[in-house]
């Protein structure tokens, strides 16, 4: 594809919606539009000649918690309160979730959102169900809790409150420096060993960082929540994700060192994974922003992928596979180990729980 500069715009990361919707729509409660702000977070100070406004929906869904099954990854439960992410990032894999809503996974992804503001009372309830059995809490493992909405609709806020007022531990995955505006309740939980964040940290060049995450806090912001995080007591660890091939490779050392002055005590990384409709939207954004080396990047992915853009078995689909995927890891962990960047698990406190500690009375909207 041609890098045609009519497909770039400011703040958004996929150049089109890319292919039709796979899932039939379903009906929403409209709530109008929330026009969008230039704000520091998005590192974006030119405006848009034609800006793409973010329009948000109001959701009530059944349930608060959503339990994983999946057998490779590290929590079994989650609550989201948003869905599709304003971040922008063209290679997230929760991307394919917008086909459900019958949107589509590119733009519609990141300008047509889904607020759960109902997400809190639901989730009071279901802690307080005799059958319930305290585990950590994961926010952030489909879309970003602190995307830039979270300062007008807070529900992630609210959602720390509850797991705060009854002793619930909480790890939360975020790419935004928004997380220090709950910085009190993460100091608060910390105390107890209640508390832990994961902050991504993808590049420490600007305009990469802009190309990857447009509306992501830039580099040196997240560097700083670590620092503050970690001077406040809560444990932070560096994901330095997705490693993208002839994109930000080069960087994993410098990541982590800078990390690691900030003050993470541990380090994540995965190679970009690109499920679904993800890896014909990651296509037409290496054709638009990276032409000259995109060939050389989907030559190392299929490398590690066994040929194909994607591998979706559970246990294969975060471990790549070849000799560059073996000089990543190698790299990565040398440097780790170097700087002493500790194992990746968090030691949360669950016997804490006390679900008697929560009202009955809902909130108040």
Not at 86 to 95: I, K, L, M, Q, S
Request: with cysteine; net charge positive.
């Amino acid at each position: 594809m041609a890098n045609d500069s009519h497909m770039v715009r400011k703040g958004r990361g996929a150049a089109s919606n890319g292919l039709s919707q796979r899932f039939d729509s379903i009906v929403r409660e409209a709530d109008g539009d929330w026009l969008d702000q230039r704000t520091a977070d998005a590192g974006d100070d030119d405006a848009d000649p034609d800006p793409l406004r973010t329009d948000v929906s109001l959701e009530t869904p059944r349930s608060a918690i959503t339990r994983n099954q999946s057998p490779d990854v590290p929590f079994d439960r989650s609550v989201n309160a948003y869905r599709g992410c304003e971040h922008g990032c063209v290679y997230c894999f929760a991307r394919p979730t917008h086909a459900y809503l019958g949107l589509s996974p590119g733009r519609d992804f990141e300008t047509k959102l889904t607020a759960k503001p109902a997400v809190p009372d639901l989730l009071r309830r279901e802690l307080q169900r005799a059958s319930y059995e305290c585990r950590p809490m994961a926010l952030g493992t489909n879309t970003d809790p602190y995307q830039p909405i979270e300062r007008t609709y807070r529900i992630t806020r609210m959602i720390l409150e509850i797991l705060d007022e009854c002793h619930h531990p909480v790890t939360i995955t975020t790419k935004s420096a928004r997380v220090l505006d709950d910085l009190d309740l993460l100091a608060r939980m910390a105390k107890r060993r209640l508390s832990a964040v994961m902050l991504s940290v993808t590049s420490l060049v600007p305009e990469t960082a802009r190309r990857m995450e447009p509306r992501a806090s830039a580099p040196g912001r997240r560097l700083a929540a670590i620092r503050e995080l970690s001077a406040a007591g809560v444990p932070v660890h560096v994901s330095v994700s997705p490693i993208v091939p002839a994109i930000n490779d080069h960087e994993i050392e410098a990541i982590l060192e800078a990390a690691a002055a900030a003050g993470a005590s541990g380090a994540f990384s995965i190679v970009v994974r690109l499920p679904h409709e993800v890896a014909p939207l990651f296509r037409e954004w290496l054709a638009v922003h990276y032409p000259d080396r995109a060939a050389r990047v989907m030559n190392h992915l299929r490398e590690m992928r066994g040929g194909k853009d994607n591998e979706a078995r559970f246990f294969e689909r975060y471990n790549p596979k070849g000799a560059y995927a073996a000089t990543l890891k190698a790299r990565f962990e040398r440097k780790k180990r170097a700087l002493g960047l500790g194992g990746n698990r968090l030691n949360l406190r669950t016997d804490l729980f006390d679900p008697s500690a929560l009202s009955a009375q809902p909130r108040l909207l």
